[in-house]
């Protein structure tokens, strides 16, 4: 049985896939600590998969075409976790 571990492991493997491919992003920085925050904030109904393209199609013109996206609920206010 995959664990939220997995699962933010699997968001972050296609978040990376996608920044290796993608050449027009402004803020590389902010969109890689981003991506970290938001891994430890997937809804768990939420498959990795659906993370990623929700992630993607409000950091990406390329995912989400000419449409401005709004940022979803779950990734609004991203701070970096607390490591203990």
């Known amino acids: 049985m995959p ?35 938001a891994s430890y904030r997937i809804p768990a ?7 990623a393209f929700d992630f993607l199609s409000f950091h990406s013109a390329s995912f989400r075409g000419e449409t401005e996206n709004e940022c979803p609920e779950w990734l609004t206010a991203l701070s970096d976790p607390n490591y203990e």
């Open 3 to 37: 664990t939220m571990q997995d699962k933010r492991h699997d968001f972050l493997w296609l978040v990376q896939l996608w920044m290796q491919r993608e050449r027009d992003i402004a803020g590389w920085t902010a969109t890689c600590g981003d991506a970290v925050a």
């Open 45 to 51: 109904a939420m498959t990795a998969r659906d993370a």
